[in-house]
């Protein structure tokens, strides 16, 4: 090894500490406290709460809040009678209607130029608790004056459908007919249901309508809340459009929209029909149908249209087959227990039975309503011998033995014709063996 080796391996092994200036040389405390001095300071809470507001903005649940609870108050005092001029319903119905033109306005005016678009879906969405009209209020209007509540209704239900063009519009959303259907059928019912139960409930007895009872009534209005589910069940039966994401230049995932739009009457419709048009009603009435067949129709179809709506959900936790068998076997079983006496409800009950277990059975391999339907049909055919037998012998006892002797003679006619064209049809039959 030469001079020049033995210089570069001692250069080597020299501590690099040596080679830096002095004040490069850092101690670890000292670089603890350089890392402490750079590490970011603690947010102010001020600056926490502020930026919380304006993040998620509490001003729009506040307001509405507001609103909602001068809705109440109006109604509560238009119930009490505390309130007899007419201008003054029709004026909290008007501030109403202002109010919501201008949460939309302002929804689209947000969304349109992308400002704080979250914001402008939040004012939609809270649009929705308008239009469920969750303090009642139209309700008052037309225990007040029926003819008043009426032409609120209709005036409320055209500048619905206008505010809900408008944002389909201005918002470039594709519009789906199943979808709008059941939205403004739901919404519809929720304004129009309890006066046409009051109606319907009031006109018992009268000529036009005699042959209903208080309990058909409302039987009819929930079967009509079920059948509005049915247009987007058929259509979303083997394919759930309802999962698929639909892309929109403003909201995002548009069919996340239509959701909301869907799921608020889906879930306010039945409690408001409930409260607001048959709880009092009818725990004075005598009805002849009782509570869970009243609702039953509506109950299997509903079942149903939360399973179109929660799909994928029920696939991954259940399976679309168990599901339906278990949705089925109990509206079989609250349906069969209402066979006592023959009624419309109960036939029109039994109709829906037989097309659910059939549609499940024949489009989803659906085995177990196969065997249920099977049942129901053997039920029913067994049911139906079963009268005719006894028809047959009841009339049979009360004949006399002359009767009984022409029966006799003219079966014994009857049957010597059938044994000679049983013989004519043997004989053809050899002629052509030979």
Not at 30 to 47: G, H, I, L, Y
Request: include cysteine; charge should be neutral; charged fraction near 15%.
């Amino acid at each position: 090894m030469n001079i020049d080796e033995t210089n570069i391996t001692q250069d080597q092994n020299v501590d690099p500490i040596e080679e830096q200036p002095a004040e490069a040389v850092q101690s670890p405390a000292q670089e603890a406290k350089t890392a402490r001095r750079k590490s970011p300071p603690e947010p102010d809470p001020k600056d926490i709460f502020f930026k919380w507001i304006r993040d998620n903005n509490p001003l729009y649940l506040l307001s509405v809040a507001l609103m909602l609870a001068g809705l109440y108050l109006a109604g509560s005092e238009l119930e009490a009678g505390q309130v007899q001029s007419i201008y003054t319903i029709a004026g909290f119905f008007a501030v109403q209607n202002i109010y919501e033109i201008v949460m939309i306005g302002m929804a689209l005016y947000l969304l349109r130029n992308r400002i704080q678009s979250d914001h402008g879906r939040l004012l939609l969405i809270l649009v929705l608790v308008f239009l469920g009209d969750l303090t009642g209020y139209q309700v008052h209007i037309s225990g007040k004056d029926p003819s008043v509540g009426c032409i609120a209704s209709a005036i409320y239900m055209t500048l619905a459908a206008l505010k809900l063009f408008v944002v389909l519009k201005v918002l470039n959303l594709k519009l789906h007919s199943s979808r709008a259907f059941y939205i403004f059928s739901a919404f519809s019912l929720i304004w129009i249901g309890p006066k046409i139960a009051d109606y319907m409930v009031n006109s018992v007895g009268q000529a036009s309508i005699g042959f209903f009872d208080g309990s058909y009534s409302y039987y009819s209005l929930w079967l009509a809340a079920g059948l509005i589910h049915l247009p987007l069940i058929i259509q979303n039966w083997r394919k759930n459009t309802l999962d698929l994401h639909e892309e929109n230049e403003y909201l995002g995932n548009a069919t996340s929209f239509w959701r909301w739009l869907i799921v608020f009457p889906f879930i306010v419709m039945p409690i408001y029909l409930y409260f607001f048009a048959m709880r009092d009603q009818f725990r004075f009435m005598d009805s002849s149908i009782s509570l869970p067949a009243i609702i039953a129709s509506w109950a299997v179809c509903a079942a149903f249209f939360a399973q179109t709506i929660w799909r994928r959900a029920c696939e991954e936790w259940i399976g679309l087959n168990i599901y339906d068998s278990v949705v089925m076997m109990l509206f079989l079983v609250a349906t069969m227990s209402f066979t006592s006496s023959v009624s419309a409800p109960v036939v029109i009950n039994h109709i829906l039975l037989v097309a659910g277990l059939a549609a499940t059975w024949q489009t989803r391999d659906n085995r177990i309503n196969g065997i249920g339907l099977s049942g129901v049909v053997l039920w029913y055919t067994g049911a139906q011998l079963k009268y005719a037998g006894n028809a047959a012998v009841d009339y049979g006892t009360k004949l006399s033995k002359t009767a009984w002797a022409a029966i006799l003679m003219g079966g014994s006619f009857v049957l010597l014709g059938l044994g000679f064209l049983l013989s004519l049809i043997r004989n053809g039959a050899s002629k052509k063996e030979n």
